[in-house]
């Protein structure tokens, strides 16, 4: 694999084709979860390690799936991984477990999963599609920690909440102060909705601005004062 | 006939292909499991006795707690449909306090596995989540770990307070025209968790007797 597919694959994990702002795939999840910024980045971090692991056993295997089959031993395979990985934590991570372990079964529910699987491993080789899962997991938890952290700090006025779970000793931050009273729409499931919204529009800003640039000649003698 | 023998001979040869896959995977998480039962099932036991640790001073009783046990079978009444285990505290000899496991089916997303401990009085001694499905940030301030009071966790308003002298029509959610206090937007984890707490300590003020009597490691 050379470094132009490399980054290809990684320039459409964190931006291009992102599971969170352009795929929205797994939207079930990733509004439940992102009520605060530790709960959204344990869920991030867990299904980097689903997704890397689903990949590159589907991408060891697609040769033996039968095609006409291949999503049902697809979703056998994401569930035993899961499982795996699930049962792993627990016996053997155990004080990690306790924070990220209701999050790993979730991600089953995760069609992002599924859908890289489908569009990525199944038709590329192990390197490649391992890359693949990373890169899009490693998409996802930056919008979820944006998410998370937006959704957090507006509806609880903290940051960290629940950080003294993952290091023990550790205070998460108030930001906004003891007295902040709270804005309960941004912690349920409509602010979700509204903050990803948000998200999503300046992300689609951000790419039209940078397509406008590309298409204009470059600029002649001092700017025109036009915005 | 050709045709038609092609096509079964495929969906025959996709079928062993499937169920050798179904065979292996499972196969694989069979033997995951068989691997980490030991590890997982003592960490619960270490948490177990932590959470005994949480809703019973251990200056409160003087046996050994662990050995001191009934098992329940099938109850029901206390949310343990597969039975659960009492420890038995006793100080001097005399019944110091009784720690129930218990659960609620009515929690938001599923079962809620608690510990509760009595005292001999009737009152309980306090009340932990051992373990839950809730809504994390919304509905899991019903564990105390997770709860944003700090000084005094929504989980500890139960201590100190017996069946008989709140009545049965005060141990609800105040929604529900009962005392116990809620959090906006999660009414349901704490109705679960204050009804069972209730039936736990109506349970074991109508077997409190026979709870403390029965001969050690004994089925009720």
Known sequence: ??????????????????TGLVQLLGLC????????????VS???ATILVMGLVNLVIAAL???????VRIPVFVLIIAAVVTVVDLAFNAWLHELYLVL??????????????????????KNEIGASTVDGIAMGVGLVCVLAVLGGMRELVGSGTLLAGIDLVFAGSQPLAIFGE????????????????????????????????????????????????? | MTAEYTATRTSLRTAMVMLLFALAFTALMAS??????????????????NLVGDVLPASAYDNALL????????????????????YRARQHGRPAALVFEAGSNEGYSGRIDLIVAVLADGKASGVRVVQHKETPGLGDYIDPRKDKNRSRPWITGFNGLSYAEVGANGWRVRKDGGQFDYHTGATISARAVTNAVARVLAFEAAHRQRLYAAPSGSPL
Not at chain 1, 62 to 68: C, T, V
Request: aromatic share 6%; proline share 9%.
């Open chain 1, 1 to 18: 694999m050379d470094t132009a597919r490399l980054r290809e694959i990684t320039w459409n994990g964190l931006w291009k084709q992102n």
């Open chain 1, 29 to 40: 999840p990733i509004l439940a979860i992102s009520t605060n910024l530790v709960n959204a």
């Open chain 1, 43 to 45: 869920l991030g971090l």
């Open chain 1, 62 to 68: 697609r040769n033996l799936i039968p095609y006409e």
């Open chain 1, 101 to 122: 372990g209701i999050f790993i079964p979730l991600i089953v529910t995760n069609c992002i999963v599924l859908a890289r699987v489908e569009a990525f491993a199944a």
């Open chain 1, 179 to 227: 007295g902040y009273p709270g804005f309960l729409v941004a912690i349920l499931p409509p602010g979700a909705f509204i903050t990803l919204g948000c998200l999503i529009a300046a992300r689609n800003w951000l790419d039209s601005r940078a397509a406008r640039r590309r298409a204009a000649p470059a600029p002649q003698g001092p700017a025109p004062a036009t915005a």
């Open chain 2, 32 to 49: 995951m499991y068989g691997v980490t039962r030991p590890a997982i099932e003592a960490s619960a036991q270490a948490a177990r006795m």
């Open chain 2, 67 to 86: 050995d001191d046990t009934l098992h329940l079978g099938p109850t029901p009444e206390i949310g343990l449909p597969d039975g659960g285990v009492v």
